[in-house]
Nanobody, 128 residues
Framework: VQLQASGGGLVQAGGSLKLSCAASGRPISGYPVAWFRQAPGQEREIVAAMRRTAHMTYYSDSVKGRFTISRVNDENTIYLRMNSLKPEDTAVYYC??????????????????????WGQGTQVTVSS
């Protein structure tokens, strides 16, 4: 599976962006997926994750209520809709997919080690 992230850019605080992550190689409709981000000088952190369907999603506290993860299986693509952006959201955003994630809760959904495939990252810069 290859993942290609896109949609990043420069936006003013309070604005919106929608990131896309197109998968190729095989369908990822049954794969758990996620978005992570890494700001300069900081470790990569979870932003949002979804198991096979939207019935099980996870959001970090810092983005809850502002960001929405989704997937369109016919397009083999996952999305991250980001609203009410803040300067602290500035980072490189990475999409990821996992062949499977243990358990039924959110613990492993938020762990980098759970994911097998990674996109190359797309830069999001939010100006104040």
């Amino acid at each position: 599976v290859q993942l290609q992230a896109s949609g990043g850019g420069l936006v003013q605080a309070g604005g919106s962006l929608k990131l896309s992550c197109a998968a190729s190689g095989r369908p990822i409709s049954g794969y758990p997926v996620a978005w992570f981000r890494q700001a300069p000088g900081q470790e990569r952190e979870i932003v949002a994750a979804m198991r096979r369907t939207a019935h099980m999603t996870y959001y970090s506290d810092s983005v809850k209520g502002r960001f929405t993860i989704s997937r369109v299986n016919d397009e083999n693509t996952i999305y991250l809709r980001m609203n009410s952006l803040k300067p602290e959201d500035t980072a490189v955003y990475y999409c990821a997919a996992a062949r499977s994630i243990p358990g039924s809760g959110t613990y492993y959904m938020a762990r980098e080690a759970s994911y097998d495939y990674w996109g190359q990252g797309t830069q999001v810069t939010v100006s104040s």
